[in-house]
């Protein structure tokens, strides 16, 4: 390329301002302009931990993500929204009038949180004082807010996100009900007797559960949330209402530059709208050939292939999409509720396979292994925080099984890194974040480069960074570096940025 080309991106979330470190680190000879509109105020944060926030295990600082040396290139305009997109003229018009103009643009638009019709409001209508949807680091703050007065609570939605939610407000004090349409908890993840042993938990934890019923009518009075009325008549009181029932894309802006739209924005395998091939999307707003997984390691995945497409297009045929296993670990970040699924489970269950089973409800756990091929390829657990781990680690890495794989249920899969608390048994290869591809030998390379602390380990291998889970491994292997190479002197901040860099 002899002449700059513009790149516009809408939207700097997680996935936005992944593609822009991508693009502008393989971007040595600065080819690229790139122009960066989020509508929210915010640096990129973590949109997966704020389940934390609200329930004050974290704080807002600690879900914001590392900046990238490479997002300094970028133009950024914080609280910035697109209003129009002129395909024919390459530019996008935002909410003050000024235009954008682009010889690529990427949507990265995200999602929002979707809102039942309960009170019968119209689109675009405020929701009444006391309702509060959990999307954005706002909504967490405007939640952790109410709870100071509230003393009933009801969360709509028994997902991964609503039995968070519904954990860290009772971890706050409050009576806390779930309300779940689904017939039972976790539906997508767990199967009838993996949600029995979850239910049981939550009863544990004081929190009530309804599933199988759908929220009617959200009863308002004086403008604030009074309760809420179930189908069939059964009244909750409640002045706090938390909606966790799901996403919707963020496809406005492309219906109304005429881009072709589904459920969300639709893309080839290249990323590139079918309707205008200098026009991608990625993230949670684009819907791909191999569908949607709404989890965040597909959308940093998209990140890369198109910073791979635009800056090495002969290289691109080799940037397919990561293959689902390894990369579909659900864990549920309760306060008190311990459930990990991962590959065939749940509703994905349906491939051929042995399956081994423990169920012990009076234990409270349930433990599913799927083995095929002599590789775990699927698994749920409930209640069982080290075996889950050693399944984690078994199905990530493709470790062979035994031969008789009932002893995963109880025992350590052999062959597998342990957890973080012995860094020192754990090979160089063993990974760490799975989100990020981050092995052990990643982070001991960091040390001896000079990163000190869990912070800098962030910003130099984005571990940490995603669904939060490999916090603790993290945080062990530091201190176990810290201990066993105590001589070392802190960087100096030129190392830093060169190792950030």
Not at 51 to 62: F, H, R
Not at 345 to 365: F, I, Q, T
Request: proline letters at 6%; aromatic letters at 2%; glycine letters at 12%.
């Amino acid at each position: 390329m002899s002449t700059q080309v513009r790149v516009v991106v809408v939207g700097h979330g997680m996935v936005g301002a992944r593609f822009v470190d991508d693009l502008h680190q393989r971007d040595p000879d600065a080819r690229f302009r790139t122009v960066v509109l989020g509508a929210e105020e915010y640096e990129p944060y973590n949109r997966v931990l704020l389940s934390e926030v609200v329930a004050g295990k974290l704080d807002v600082a600690a879900i914001a993500l590392p900046r990238a040396a490479q997002r300094g290139v970028a133009e950024i305009l914080p609280g910035t929204t697109a209003v129009t997109v002129d395909r024919c003229a390459g530019v996008v018009h935002d909410q003050a009038g000024e235009r954008h103009p682009y010889d690529v643009l990427v949507l990265a638009t995200g999602a929002r949180a979707r809102v039942p019709d309960l009170f019968g409001r119209r689109p675009g209508d405020d929701l009444p004082a006391g309702v509060h949807a959990l999307r954005t680091l706002d909504d967490a703050r405007e939640i952790v807010a109410a709870t100071a007065n509230a003393r009933r609570a009801v969360v709509v939605g028994g997902g991964v996100l609503g039995l968070e939610v519904a954990c860290g407000l009772a971890h706050r004090g409050l009576a806390v009900t779930v309300v779940h349409g689904g017939a039972h908890l976790m539906d997508r993840q767990l199967d009838g007797p993996a949600a029995t042993v979850a239910l049981a938990r939550l009863t544990a934890l004081g929190i009530g559960v309804r599933v199988g019923t759908r929220t009617e009518e959200a009863v308002v009075g004086g403008g604030r949330m009074t309760g809420v009325r179930l189908e069939g008549g059964e009244m909750l009181p409640a002045d706090l209402l938390v909606l966790t029932a799901g996403t919707v894309p963020e496809v406005a802006l492309a219906q109304r530059a005429g881009l072709d739209v589904a459920r969300g924005i639709v893309v080839g395998p290249d990323l590139a709208s079918p309707s205008d091939a200098r026009v991608f999307a990625i993230g949670d707003c684009a819907e791909p050939p191999e569908g949607g997984s709404g989890l965040i390691a597909q959308g940093w995945d998209q990140a890369r292939r198109l910073a791979t497409l635009l800056t090495e297009p002969s290289a691109a045929r080799d940037a397919v999409p990561l293959p689902t296993v390894g990369t579909d670990v659900v864990k549920v970040k309760g306060v008190g509720l311990d459930v990990v699924a991962m590959g065939e489970c749940g509703s994905r269950s349906g491939s051929p396979g042995r399956r081994v089973r423990l169920s012990d409800p009076e234990g409270g756990r349930h433990i599913e292994v799927v083995v095929a091929d002599g590789r775990v390829v699927g698994a749920t657990c409930v209640g069982a925080g080290p075996v889950a781990a050693d399944l984690v680690a078994a199905y990530t890495r493709g470790t062979p099984v035994p031969a008789d794989p009932a002893q995963l249920l109880l025992r350590p899969v052999a062959g597998t890194a342990v957890p973080a608390v012995s860094p020192t048994m754990m090979p160089d290869r063993a990974v760490v974040c799975r989100c990020n591809g981050v092995t052990k030998g990643d982070i001991v390379g960091c040390w001896r480069h000079g990163a000190r602390s869990v912070e800098d380990v962030a910003a130099a291998t984005r571990a940490t960074t995603g669904c939060g889970g490999c916090q603790d491994a993290v945080c062990g292997i530091v201190d176990w570096l810290r201990r066993a190479d105590p001589d070392q002197t802190a960087p100096s901040p030129d190392t830093v940025h060169a190792l950030t860099g």
